[in-house]
């Protein structure tokens, strides 16, 4: 069990973020585990290969260390909600070379490193340029095709969250965060393989949606930059294979009817009338009726990104769908 200090008073810096550095990191711990549970095989068919080419060589031996350990200046806590990659990187460039060499050399201590490695000791600059450059092509490769929908899903966390903090007050942001964690009003208990105690510091504590967390939750308690956990957040067993059909809880369906409700279900990821109706095989002119249906009824809401228009549910909307929680891959 680890426990993380966090009173009430904690929740007033208690804040949300969806991170692109995360995602990139997060992926590679995926791509590094055996478990086939953590995402879907196409993903990891298509980058692994990419990930192991020697184009990536610095980046792979800095996050893919033998000691398990991923030096945390590569995942600074963002200080706001929606970072871009390029905000990230700036603040990775920027990170004291000192500190740059001391977590890259943390990742293999005990082990012999490759000339990459070794590289940060003598020319920590030009180590620090090249992973950056290439923690760029990475995410050119293995994140931006799905960087819409990891976003998207993130997005929905974040709203969802905001949603039931202003309806439940502050401490919903906690409630039903992840099965293997619990508040107990003075600590954050994480379910793990290990125990350990951290305080948060003085540092507020920000929550990282990811796609890539699976059924796992990670710690980041020691950087400088701040205090952080990521997840997995609602609906992400969706980004990878959505299921053709959502079968909604048997209470929901006769209240609105099994299509209605089921509609209501597959929303807790937002979705477009054209997803909707591929996900439940309907005509799109039943999908739009539908939904309008559940917006006159307040239960969803549209929202424009670019040209497209995805619905998702509302806080009443979530109280009534919330029961159910699509299924993640591989559970």
């Known amino acids: 069990m680890i426990r993380i200090e966090f009173a009430p008073a904690d929740l007033i810096g208690l804040r949300f973020a969806h ?40 980046f792979r031996a800095v996050v893919c260390g033998p000691t398990g350990y991923v030096p945390d200046f590569l995942t600074p806590a963002p200080d706001t909600a929606r970072p871009t990659l390029d905000q990230e990187l700036r603040v990775v460039a920027g990170t004291p ?52 929908r990891l976003r998207e899903v993130a997005e929905g966390e974040l709203v969802r969250r905001g949603l039931l ?6 401490r919903a942001l906690l409630a039903d965060l992840h099965p293997k964690l619990d508040w107990d009003g003075a600590a954050l208990r994480l379910a793990y393989a290990k125990d350990g105690d951290f305080s948060l510091d003085g540092h507020p504590l920000a929550l990282l949606p990811t796609g890539f967390a699976g059924p796992d939750v990670y710690t980041m308690a020691e950087s400088p930059t701040g205090r952080a956990l990521w997840y997995a957040p609602r609906g992400h067993g969706g980004l990878w294979d959505r299921p053709a059909s ?20 597959l929303l807790a990821v937002p979705c477009s009338t054209g997803e909707v109706a591929t996900a439940l095989r309907l005509a799109p002119a039943t999908a739009s009726h539908h939904l309008t249906t559940l917006r006159d009824a307040g239960l969803v809401v549209g929202e424009r990104a670019g040209r497209r228009l995805r619905y998702r549910r509302t806080g009443l909307g979530e109280q009534l769908g919330g029961v159910s929680r699509p299924p993640a891959e591989g559970t």
């Open 19 to 58: 991170s692109p550095m995360v995602e990139v990191v997060a992926s590679c711990l995926a791509l590094r585990s055996r478990s086939e549970r953590r995402l879907h095989p196409s993903w990891r068919a298509r980058v692994g290969p990419l990930f192991r080419g020697p184009d990536l060589g610095t």
């Open 97 to 148: 070379l000192d500190r740059v060499a001391v977590e890259v050399d943390r990742a293999w201590t005990g082990h012999r490193a490759p000339p990459e490695i070794d590289r940060f000791a003598t020319d920590p600059a030009g180590g620090l340029a090249e992973l950056v450059r290439q923690v760029r092509r990475y995410f050119a490769l293995a994140i931006a095709p799905d960087w819409p």
């Open 165 to 170: 903090a202003a309806e439940r007050g502050p």
């Open 246 to 265: 959502v079968e909604p809880p048997e209470a929901l369906a006769a209240l609105l009817g099994p299509t209605r409700a089921a509609v209501l279900t």
